[in-house]
């Protein structure tokens, strides 16, 4: 019997090529204004136009400001970016949600909450978390420039087929203990190369469990893995979430959809070329203490024995010493945002644990929705006030301090509890220093100014 991977891969395949790549069929492909001005300059060069306009959309993200959008933006690589992909989709007739319109965000926020990424999609952007995608049910993953211009030409791309892994969480997830916390503990365990040559399902109790924002951090970090992509099959918790979304079917075609998304798992005779399991109650609220996600631990534990060079550069870096526990450390800056985190769900976790508190002193502290329509929940919601008497601002959506193009930058030297999903050097901005957390773990810092067990302000 296939896996669901199986199945949605083989329905797109056009072509195999023997010895070679199989030629698949997208059915959806996202552009932003970083990884597509070179694809729209190629496709003039060849004098074509898109193969099928009507399945692409084009969006900024990572170079928006979030803060005076009705303002033109100060930077002048960023402005000319934005304005290169408004001008190309103009050209090419495609579908554009402009920055400060309310359909505008991070491309990874919006595809989903416009029911525009459905199950059993295959999804292309030319940017590494497409993954996050896959928590609709689509076989969704990141591509290269090359290969964005390859769709946009012929609605197909060159593929090798990966291997497929299945991860099942069993159990129940604790006290303070979110879908952020488990992929960072997947993280730790399978480090991030651990995945590399898989597409990932996701399965178990703990998944199943998990609410649809919760199941799109899980798929976002599949990438930090090493994974082409995660994904997760489709269910009742997918099809509520989808009902009456903007761009989802509707009427007849609505009931059409369920039935076939019904289809979409892997049979219980299933065979994966990996099997991984793990339990629930070894995962707690978590944090990373390295230059890259895998370099993780739970929040009451201590940082490992030195290891070999790269161990140790990691850790001078970060002004850390293996050995020491980081609760009670200083912090500067408070990051809740990213398409990691950047969802309603994550802005009600991050307001439950500040209600009531004031933002400490030394921290500046940046909240940035993932959308137009998640800040308008969070106005709708009054959360906006429970954050705002916290002392806490809301910024306009946008990628912002996930990575260093844009105006929200980490200064050098500085500690930032981010919701991002990585933690390279100088990710955040030159010589910044980035502690990846969940949206509770970040506002247990923002209210303490140190990293703090949020399970102890719950």
Same mark, same amino acid.
């Given at each position: ?14 072509? &195999? ?35 099928? @306009? ?10 928006? @400001? ?31 949600? !402009? ?37 609709? !049910? ?6 290269? &420039? ?25 159990? &129940? ?52 893995? !090493? ?98 526990? +980081? ?112 949206? +509770? ?6 209210? &303490? ?10």
């Amino acid at each position: 019997m296939n896996t669901l991977f199986d199945k949605i891969w083989d329905a797109h395949v056009v072509q &195999t090529v023997e010895d070679g790549p199989t030629q698949l069929y997208i059915d959806r492909l996202y552009c932003h204004e970083v990884t597509s001005p070179q694809a729209f300059e190629g496709m003039r060069a060849r004098g074509l136009k898109c193969f099928r @306009p009507e399945q692409i959309v084009c969006m900024p993200d990572h170079n928006t @400001p979030t803060h005076d959008q009705d303002k033109p933006i100060e930077d002048p690589v960023s402005a000319k970016q934005v304005e290169i992909l408004e001008k190309n989709a103009r050209e090419f007739g495609l579908k554009h949600f !402009g920055m400060y319109s309310k359909d505008n965000g991070i491309i990874h926020v919006v595809g989903p909450e416009k029911g525009l990424s459905l199950p059993g999609m295959t999804i292309v952007c030319g940017d590494s978390h497409t993954s996050t995608h896959g928590a609709m !049910g689509a076989v969704a993953f990141g591509i290269g &420039t090359s290969e964005v211009e390859m769709v946009m030409a012929s609605q197909c791309i060159l593929q090798q087929k990966p291997k497929s892994m299945r991860i099942t969480i069993n159990g &129940t997830l604790g006290k303070g203990v979110t879908a952020k916390d488990v992929a960072l503990y997947l993280m730790a365990k399978l480090t991030t190369s651990g995945a590399t040559g898989y597409f990932v399902e996701y399965a178990g109790e703990v998944v199943r469990n998990l609410s649809m924002e919760g199941r799109l951090t899980l798929c976002n970090l599949s990438i930090e893995m !090493g994974a082409r992509g995660g994904f997760i099959a489709p269910d009742d918790v997918t099809f509520a979430y989808l009902k009456g979304r903007e761009y989802a079917p509707k009427g007849a075609e609505w009931y059409k959809a369920v039935a076939y998304w019904k289809t979409l798992k892997s049979g219980d005779d299933a065979v994966f070329d990996k099997e991984l399991a793990f339990e629930a109650k070894d995962i707690e609220p978590r944090i990373t203490y390295g230059t890259n996600p895998g370099m993780g631990i739970g929040i009451t534990e201590s940082l490992p024995a030195s290891g070999d060079a790269n161990f140790d550069k990691a850790l001078e870096y970060m002004g850390f010493k293996a050995g020491e526990c +980081l609760l009670g450390h200083p912090i500067d800056y408070v990051f809740l945002g990213a398409c990691t985190n950047g969802r309603i769900e994550d802005f009600r976790a991050f307001a439950s644990i500040v209600k009531g508190r004031k933002k400490a002193d030394n921290v500046v502290a940046w909240l940035v929705p993932g959308s137009w329509a998640v800040r308008q929940q969070i106005e709708d919601e009054g959360l906006d006030k429970v954050l705002e008497a916290a002392g806490f601002e809301i910024r306009q959506p946008g990628c912002s301090a996930c990575l260093a193009m844009n105006d929200d930058k980490v200064p050098a030297g500085k500690y930032a509890v981010s919701t991002s999903n990585r933690n390279f050097e100088g990710r955040q901005g030159p010589g910044s220093r980035t502690i990846l957390a969940s949206p +509770l773990v970040a506002a247990a810092a923002a209210v &303490t100014g140190k990293i703090s067990d949020p399970r102890e302000l719950l």
